[in-house]
């Protein structure tokens, strides 16, 4: 049994309450798929936590915006990711030496038998969001769906659910937030951690139990995450806004 969690961005309250929740069903095993960090206020502390708790960690690309340079990013998020930088620049010395030498090492995919595990897409493992609404992308689908052997594991775009080879997105509230794999090839968007964009507030991960993946919905305390982004002027309050509504 397997844990998969993915863009927390920074959110300690979301990944607190998560962990907690693994623990509580005894999930033995996790994995992290990238953005640990990016857009929250306790940057430091969620990586603390990812190199504790996981066992395989997914290089995410606002992880790799901290260490390096911000590619394609917004106003907003380029703001936030400048200022993560920072945080992991002040404070604790061995601390942070630590952290940046986690980050340094991680790698963009991994792959298990027929499963793939990466942040955005099996095309391009950083940076390719796969969207609901890429179902009617023919082209794009059929060229990321030639290079999964089975089933791919992925994060990014922060919206749950369930693509199948015959384009089709199921999102886990139309399937009682249960997928049966099967030989049929199939990518899983985890949903994510901090920073839900599918109306939900709640945090977002899955369990894979055998061939079953279980959607989960965890709730945490969004306003004291809010109440922590307000005060700092890099982060724009909207980051704070969004979380009440999932968006």
């Not at 369990?207 to 922590?228: H, W």
Request: hydrophobic share 35%; with cysteine.
């Amino acid at each position: 049994m397997l844990a998969i969690i993915s863009d927390i961005h920074g959110n300690l309250e979301a990944l607190e309450a998560v962990l907690a929740d693994i623990s509580s069903k005894n999930v033995p095993t996790l994995y992290c798929l990238g953005d640990i960090i990016g857009y929250g206020p306790n940057p430091g502390e969620c990586i603390d936590l990812i190199m504790e708790r996981a066992k395989v960690t997914i290089l995410g690309n606002h992880d790799q915006a901290a260490m390096f340079d911000p590619e394609g990013f917004n106003a907003g998020a380029e703001r936030a990711i400048f200022w993560t930088r920072k945080q992991l620049e002040t404070g604790d010395r061995s601390k942070n030496e630590r952290r940046w030498e986690f980050l340094g090492e991680l790698p963009r995919i991994r792959r298990e038998d027929k499963v793939m595990f990466v942040h955005g897409s099996a095309r391009n493992p950083l940076n390719e969001y796969v969207f609901p609404e890429d179902i009617y992308n023919q082209r794009k689908m059929e060229r990321i769906f030639s290079l999964v052997e089975r089933h791919c594991f992925q994060g990014h775009t922060h919206i749950p659910g369930v693509f199948t080879e015959d384009l089709n997105f199921i999102a886990p509230e139309e399937i009682e937030f249960r997928y049966e794999l099967d030989d049929r090839k199939a990518l899983v968007n985890v949903g994510s951690v901090g920073q839900p964009r599918n109306g939900d507030p709640r945090a977002s991960y899955v369990i894979l139990d055998g061939k079953t993946v279980n959607f989960q919905r965890v709730e945490y305390d969004f306003e004291q995450t809010a109440s922590k982004i307000y005060p700092i002027p890099e982060l724009d309050n909207f980051l704070g806004d969004r979380l009440r509504e999932g968006r």
